[in-house]
């Protein structure tokens, strides 16, 4: 089962800054089957990233994914209010997994 | 509009059994694999399993194996998640999510609440 670690835990910010987001797997990821979801308080997670650097539809363009292999980063480039969340990253081959999630939270 | 829509929210006690429910709506039901995601009180996402409509081939995260039952009926475009005998531990929140044609999960239901409490 590969394992995914996400860092930091928590990412303290203010609206209009960058954040940047990690995802380390314990083994290499097949063909970057690797998405990025956002969960808000109360609701269900979000498709936002797929195949590690495609935005889902009516995604942003300032949410990016990149990476390959066993690292993978999503950049928020410019926060906005609604963007404070929690975002998990998830591989999704042959036996899928979640990351423990990053907490965004307004500094 | 594609939507998976999950029953309501269970409140049961230890020992008793459970089956929600997640209906698909909105494409051919039969053509896309459905899968369960946990989240435990203020905790993250853990993959359960998984399971083709079409023909019922149903795939366990080696977490959950023995542990639920994953179903689904084709006839009422509807999925299923079961347990025989529940625990204190599975409370949390229940997810139905769509595995899209290229592997991500695309769709997500508003989820189920289970509280298991004596």
């Known amino acids: 089962e590969i394992v995914l670690t996400q860092s930091p835990g928590t990412l303290s910010l203010s609206p209009g800054e960058r954040a940047t987001l990690s995802c380390r797997a314990s083994?290499?990821?097949?063909?970057?089957?690797l998405a990025w979801y956002q969960q808000k308080p109360g609701q269900a997670p979000r498709l936002l990233i797929y195949?590690?650097?495609s935005r889902a539809t009516g995604i942003p363009d300032r949410f990016s994914g990149s990476g390959s292999g066993t690292d993978f980063t999503l950049t928020i480039s410019r926060l906005e209010p609604e963007d404070f969340a929690v975002y998990y990253c998830?591989?999704?081959?042959?036996?899928?997994?979640f990351g423990g999630g990053t907490k965004v939270e307004i500094k | 509009e594609v939507q998976l829509v999950q029953s309501g929210a269970e409140v049961k006690k230890p020992g008793e059994s459970l089956k929600i429910s997640c209906k698909g709506s909105?494409?051919?039901?039969?053509?896309?694999?459905i899968g369960w995601v946990r989240q435990m009180p203020g905790k993250g996402l853990e993959w359960m399993g998984i399971?083709?409509?079409?023909?019922?081939?149903?795939r366990y995260s080696p977490s959950f194996q023995g542990q639920v039952t994953i179903s689904a009926d084709k006839s009422i475009s509807t999925a299923y998640l079961q347990w025989s005998s529940l625990k204190a531990s599975d409370t949390a929140m229940y997810y139905c999510?769509?595995?899209?044609?290229?592997?991500?999960?695309?769709?997500w239901g508003k989820g189920t609440t289970v509280t298991v409490s004596s």
């Open positions: 999510v769509r595995r899209s044609y290229y592997y991500y999960m695309d769709v």
């Open positions: 909105g494409y051919s039901f039969t053509s896309y694999w």
């Open positions: 399971i083709y409509p079409g023909d019922s081939d149903t």
């Open positions: 083994q290499s990821v097949s063909s970057s089957y």
């Open positions: 195949g590690a650097s």
């Open positions: 998830q591989q999704y081959g042959s036996s899928p997994s």
